[in-house]
């Protein structure tokens, strides 16, 4: 491997940026030596002025290692929001539905931009389904976290349980049928079993009953 | 080193070659010597690929960084432990981590397998063989990890962040080791048709490896979620990605086949269902590793998208076709040597086990499956994400739970109404009681009331089971209670480990069930401002921010941010949650910066305390916040589920001391040494 093709691999954030959530991501360009190439890892104090105005927040000693954040609103705890957006899909390629990856994963710029999208709407007035209709209309059907029950996605979620009741219910009604035949036979057996004994006939219809109930 | 690796990678692959042809050969033209030959390769293919390991091991430690994977995944100031690790951080470490461990197993199995089974073993080896040389050809030709650059970097690119966790030194070897061991259990299977030694001798061969590889994906699974919640920072451990789910597929059928062999063993039943089972175990397990590696399907998890994914998918195609092929050749030979009598049987109660655990597996499947099938019909791309799992899968898991307390308690062949009766009288009344409990308490999340009355009705015929075969005891040989509780486990420990096991299982659903309570919150707090939030549990926690500092650690910049903690009034003390930038030895970042989760558990709850950031550069701090409900139950669950299987797998007991002469008959364990032939009808 040369040089070049290292670097570019290293730059495309490699296999084990990409083995992780928020590696390998669109948007997040892992870069082999990225960053602030040459930053010294200098001992450093809690805060560096300790005489900021209260309420406002001191600097921090070296705030370009720390993911700058808005200040959280109503907005961002409504459960209505966050139910909506976990039918959401974010677009930056993690799998993870808006809520959980704004949430998790600060180095995302995706899902905090669809998060002020999913308030736009909700200011706009639009209702939970209306902001999935428009969010599909915009970014297609991949967006929804689940497809919707409709047209061929219906085999999606049917599949699974009705063959399992299928199967279910066709391993029960064999069961039934055997065991009903048992007692059939067994009531026989108590019932004439020293008639069949002495009778060739039935011992043979004894033999066939009981290699049927075998099959 | 990395001409001396390669070396031992064709080495191993030839061996392996030999093994397997001669295997095939010997056993063909019935030439011992052949087959001898194809048992000692594998000694030989373990050998080779020991040394190739030991050299990519040689080159990590060493900071070779002219080696490709060396300067990948490792730096200079990297722990150690991380370095030891970064074998099987990468695709081509991996590969090579599989090989090496199969190729051990392969011994093991040749080595500690009863020479009753003699007969398999040359047919073990070759399939063995076959599978290590399928891997070993993937790295020579598509992913070798004694790859040289043509340059040499003054440092490696480190290992990412989030692989810097305790777990994940742990947690990718044993699923590793999960996946790996299956391959044995499909061996000797394949050993079986092939010689058509189709007793039950295979199964018994088997019995510890299947449950060996099964306890090592539950391990893997566990330590997963457990990296998963403790490194990812999403308050969950459970997601429904493609690779998550890769890896509960073997580990279904692998659970279904541990319940049906016990039908085979005792009523000479399901012989083809469990010939079925394992070959589907393995294939998952190959299927599991195509999607990880072939980034066919999107995922998190996912190594980058390679060419070996069209190895997998080749390897996967070609074993499928052999091993159905021949099970459909053996199909004759493998009649039941009794047929199911009743609905109320425990055989009845297994098979619908299986149906639930076959039919969780294959919605599974069908899920992670289904925007490949949808983009191909529809021509549109879908997502399948935790929404369809949920509601396809927890209906599953409640009857599969259900099913779990319902199997025990009928007897084998057929149980009358008033056994059943009287054996459902106390778990009912436990799950009906919870089910009170939590609907007197407000509880009105069904499938949360579902799940634990359903463990209550699980721990009650689990708890009924222990209790009357401790009683008995106790009547019996007059032992003290505790003593006949413990003579009853180690005189039966497969029934009672897996009972053990059960509860593990129940463990598990309760805490799972808990998470539909979690609390979040998004707050932005200036030093000592606070929050209170509320948990489910009607407590009240107040949190207040005590500020950011910044300072310097191993290989990496710390900023933390720290809360106080009151409970109810009642400090709790402090909890920290932190950004981490990592840097190479020469003090340049690497990475984005990444997050460290601050938790508190306790029985009740976690909480669960993400910094996500700073407000304009300053120790104003937003964090999220989460109080998580009975998630320290998920891994107690663990503890109990391992504890349980390593009950039942635990050598020596009575089987053992019978055979040494010491003990009677009676004491054998339960279910191990049933008759066979014509099972049932003379039980």
């Known amino acids: ?215 | 080193m990395t001409l001396l690796g390669q070396f031992c990678l064709w080495l191993a692959l030839f061996a392996a070659l030999w093994g397997a042809g001669v295997a095939f050969l010997g056993r063909w033209q019935d030439r011992p010597d052949l087959a001898r030959s194809a048992t000692q390769s594998s000694y030989g293919v373990c050998a080779a690929l020991l040394v190739a390991a030991l050299c990519l091991w040689k080159g990590l430690l060493s900071h070779d960084f002219n080696i490709e994977y060396v300067a990948q995944y490792t730096a200079r100031n990297l722990p150690t432990s991380y370095v030891l690790a970064a074998f099987w951080a990468g695709q081509k470490g991996s590969l090579l981590f599989w090989a090496t461990i199969l190729s051990i197993f392969g011994v093991a199995a040749q080595a500690m397998t009863s020479r009753r089974h003699e007969g398999l073993l040359p047919y073990v080896a070759g399939v063995t063989n076959v599978v290590v040389a399928f891997f070993v050809i993937t790295m020579i030709f598509s992913a070798s990890p004694f790859e040289r650059l043509s340059f040499t970097p003054e440092d490696g690119r480190g290992l990412n962040p989030q692989l810097q966790n305790p777990g994940m030194t742990i947690h990718p070897p044993m699923l590793y080791l999960g996946y790996i061991s299956i391959t044995i259990p499909f061996a000797f299977a394949m050993a079986a048709l092939l010689s058509r030694r189709l007793d039950t001798g295979w199964i018994h061969a088997i019995r510890k490896w299947t449950l060996l590889s099964w306890l090592f994906l539950s391990c893997g699974i566990t330590l997963g979620m457990w990296w998963a919640y403790v490194e990812l920072g999403w308050g969950g451990y459970w997601s429904w990605d493609p690779v998550e789910n890769a890896s509960l597929l073997p580990w279904l059928t692998m659970s279904a086949f541990l319940h049906s062999v016990m039908i085979q063993e005792k009523r000479g039943m399901l012989k083809r269902w469990n010939v079925g089972l394992i070959v589907a175990s393995f294939l998952l397990s190959i299927f599991g590793t195509f999607i990880t590696r072939s980034g066919v399907i999107a995922s998190v998890h996912s190594f980058t998208q390679s060419s070996v994914g069209y190895f997998f998918l080749g390897f996967l195609v070609l074993a499928a076709a052999a091993a159905f092929a021949l099970l459909y050749s053996r199909w004759p030979l493998l009649e039941p040597e009794a047929r199911l009598e009743s609905m109320a049987s425990r055989e009845a109660a297994f098979l619908f086990n299986n149906l639930a655990l076959v039919g969780i597996a294959f919605s599974v499947l069908w899920g992670t499956l289904f925007p490949i099938l949808s983009e191909a019909v529809q021509g549109t791309k879908i997502t399948v994400g935790p929404p369809f799992f949920n509601r396809v899968n927890i209906p599953l898991g409640l009857l599969l739970v259900a099913l779990t307390g319902i199997g025990p308690l009928i007897a084998w062949r057929k149980a009358s109404p008033a056994n059943l009766r009287r054996q459902f009288l106390v778990p009912a009344a436990a799950g009906l009681l919870v089910a009170t409990v939590l609907l007197a308490l407000r509880i009105r999340d069904s499938y949360a009331v579902a799940a634990w009355a359903l463990a209550g009705f699980v721990a009650g015929t689990v708890g009924q089971e222990f209790w009357r075969g401790a009683r008995a005891r106790h009547r019996m040989h007059g032992e003290p209670p505790l003593l006949a509780l413990g003579r009853l486990i180690s005189r039966n420990r497969r029934r009672y480990g897996g009972y053990i096991v059960h509860l593990g299982v129940i463990t598990y659903v309760c805490a799972f069930a808990g998470m539909a309570f979690k609390v979040t919150r998004e707050v932005t707090l200036a030093p000592g401002e606070s929050v209170e939030m509320r948990s489910p549990f009607g407590h009240t926690y107040r949190f207040t921010h005590l500020g950011v500092s910044q300072y310097p650690e191993l290989n990496r910049f710390v900023s933390a941010a720290s809360l106080e903690v009151r409970k109810d009034g009642v400090s709790r003390g402090r909890i920290k949650s932190e950004k981490r930038q990592h840097r190479d030895s020469f003090g340049r970042n690497t990475f984005e910066p990444s997050t460290e989760v601050g938790i508190r558990s306790d029985l009740r709850e976690d909480l669960y305390v993400v910094y996500a950031g700073s407000v304009e550069g300053t120790d104003r701090a937003t964090y999220a916040i989460t109080l998580n409900p009975l998630v320290l139950w998920v891994w107690i669950g663990a503890g109990i589920l391992i504890a349980g299987g390593l009950v039942t797998m635990w050598p020596g007991g009575p089987l053992i001391r019978e055979r040494r002469g010491v003990g009677g008959a009676s004491e054998a364990q339960a279910g191990y040494e049933a008759p066979l032939v014509g099972a049932g009808l003379g039980e």
């Not at chain 1, 602030?36 to 290692?65: C, E, F, I, N, W």
């Not at chain 1, 409709?150 to 049917?158: C, I, K, Q, R, V």
């Open chain 1, 1 to 215: 491997m040369t040089r070049r093709e290292w670097l570019r691999l290293a730059a495309l954030g490699g296999t084990a940026t990409a083995a992780l959530p928020g590696g390998g991501r669109r948007g997040h360009g892992a870069a082999l030596f990225g960053q602030g190439t040459g930053q010294p890892a200098a001992p450093a104090p809690a805060r560096a002025s300790p005489s900021a105005p209260p309420g406002a927040g001191d600097k921090l000693y070296d705030p370009s290692v720390v993911q700058e954040r808005g200040v959280a609103t109503s907005g961002d705890n409504d459960p209505a929001i966050k139910e909506l957006e976990r039918r959401l899909k974010c677009t930056c390629g993690c799998n993870l539905d808006i809520y959980t990856c704004r949430t998790t994963d600060f180095t995302c710029t995706y899902s905090p931009a669809l998060h002020r999208e999913v308030l736009a709407l909700r200011g706009e007035g639009k209702s939970a389904d209306g902001v999935l209709a428009a969010f599909t209309a915009k970014y297609g059907e991949q967006i929804l976290m689940a497809p919707r029950p409709a047209g061929f996605n219906l085999a999606g979620y049917l599949v699974p349980g009705v063959l399992i009741t299928l199967a279910g219910a066709t391993l029960a009604a064999v069961l039934v049928r055997r065991s009903r035949r048992i007692a059939a036979l067994s009531a026989a057996s108590e019932g004439g079993s020293s008639a069949l004994a002495a009778d060739p006939a039935g011992q043979e219809r004894l033999r066939r009953a009981l290699a049927d109930v075998e099959d």
